[in-house]
């Protein structure tokens, strides 16, 4: 292939790779599960190989997933495609995991001199207005769930605790965490991306 083409094929990439991370944004399930195939069994492998246990990388994968959800719109294909933009959160997650643990910490320091890829561009009046009808959506859909998963998502989205300090937190037994999180974020998928279009504006 031309260098011409490879660079065509890159740019076209990663135009579909910001318009797959627009659709998560706007919470399609359906662009959600997409990004879970392309990326997860890196992400896992990164979280595998930095954290002393399996349970640790499970966790740190589930909190990338919900990481790339919150975040969607920050995603900038101009700094990197989508599997490194995902792969660095996972490798962000897992250092602060290691660091919580108070492990391995000269590891830590060699692996976190590597910035993370994400967007520093600030939002357009546009892009302000969506993202505040997008979390209406959210806490509409939030309400729909029962208390025991609201809870738990909100102490892991909005006070960005690791579901081991859930645990401990709500005094609930780590599995039963996991559960509830994955349990309310798959029901929030499909709340979300069950909303009717016409419902904005």
Do not use: H, N
Request: hydrophobic share 40%; net charge neutral; with cysteine.
């Amino acid at each position: 292939m031309a260098p011409t083409d490879s660079a065509a094929q890159q740019a076209s990439d990663l135009s579909a790779d910001r318009d797959l991370l627009r659709q998560v944004a706007l919470g399609s399930a359906a662009a959600m599960r997409g990004v879970y195939a392309r990326c997860s069994a890196r992400a896992f492998a990164i979280a595998v190989r930095l954290l002393p246990t399996r349970a640790d990388a499970e966790e740190v994968l589930q909190e990338t997933f919900l990481d790339v959800w919150r975040r969607a719109r920050e995603f900038d294909p101009a700094r990197g495609g989508l599997e490194t933009w995902v792969t660095t959160i996972a490798r962000t997650r897992a250092i602060d995991r290691l660091r919580s643990l108070g492990t391995a910490s000269r590891m830590v320091e060699g692996v976190s001199q590597q910035p993370p890829p994400v967007s520093a561009t600030p939002p357009s009046p546009d892009d302000s207005a969506s993202a505040a009808q997008d979390q209406a959506r959210v806490r509409a859909a939030m309400e729909q769930l029962p208390p025991e998963q609201r809870e738990v998502v909100l102490l892991a989205y909005f006070d960005g605790l690791s579901q081991s300090e859930i645990a401990q937190k709500t005094g609930q037994p780590l599995g039963t965490v996991k559960t509830r999180a994955r349990l309310a974020l798959e029901k929030l998928a499909v709340l979300l991306d069950a909303r009717p279009a016409s419902a904005s504006g």
